[in-house]
């Protein structure tokens, strides 16, 4: 038997801190989330280790590293109205829930946004609304939104994101072709939008009107 908690906190030394991730509140948030609840039975012994692990519909739950990377590139604060595109197991939510006011995140496959509804829900997060969509263009009403999080790789950044970022927001999306892609920050301010590369790294694609088409 795993002993998830001891498990957590090796993860957060070894792969998180260790790594340069130095937000107190967002290592806090993830020695708090029980992250091998976000993957299947069969794989949650594999939770906390240095990977991406399948979570169905040909999707993944992030490497642990680059989800506290994104987070902390969005320099939050504890105030923010956030959007995340592409909700996946819920995890990403999850600590994007115990930092800001209120989460709204987009799932274009519906039982993985079903599935992390009911998850998020049985866990306390009650600041977050899910919304079963094409990502790429947003939520417009529910717009501006002081950081967006985009967790699957696009061709571009989709204009519609940019339009729905409040004056000084952040968006981290990852950039490139299939296979690999550039994390950028995106800051947007009154002279335009500042751009940022954090490295290279690997995701799904971003299916949607303004990113991959769907094969």
């Known amino acids: 038997m795993v002993d998830f908690p001891k498990a957590r ?12 991730i130095k937000d107190a509140r967002l290592i806090a948030a993830i020695k708090k989330i029980p992250r091998h609840l976000f993957v299947e039975e069969a794989l949650q ?4 280790t ?19 990377l994104m987070t902390e590139a969005l320099l ?6 956030i959007l995340e595109i592409g909700t996946g197991s819920g995890y990403q939510t999850a600590i994007l829930a115990e930092l800001c006011e ?3 995140s987009i799932e274009r496959i519906r039982p993985l946004a ?6 998020l829900y049985e866990l306390g997060y009650f600041n977050v609304e899910i919304k079963i969509f094409d990502g790429t263009f947003g939520w417009r009403e529910e717009s501006p939104f002081d950081a967006i999080l985009v967790t699957a790789g696009s061709p571009d950044i989709p204009q519609p994101l940019i339009d729905q970022l409040a004056a000084g927001g952040r968006l981290v999306i990852p950039v490139g072709d299939t296979f690999i892609q550039e ?7 009154e002279a335009g939008v500042k751009k940022e590369d954090m490295g290279g790294c690997r995701f799904v694609k971003l299916i949607g009107e303004h990113g991959w088409k769907a094969e």
């Open 76 to 81: 939050l604060t504890g105030k923010e109205k």
């Open 183 to 189: 994390l950028f920050r995106v800051t947007k301010t």
């Open 9 to 20: 906190l090796k993860m957060v030394e070894e792969q998180i801190t260790s790594r340069g």
């Open 45 to 48: 012994s594999q939770a906390y």
């Open 50 to 68: 240095d990977h991406p692990l399948p979570i169905g519909e040909k999707q993944t739950i992030s490497q642990p590293y680059m989800v506290a």
């Open 114 to 119: 079903i599935r992390a509804r009911k998850l």
């Open 102 to 104: 209120k989460v709204f």
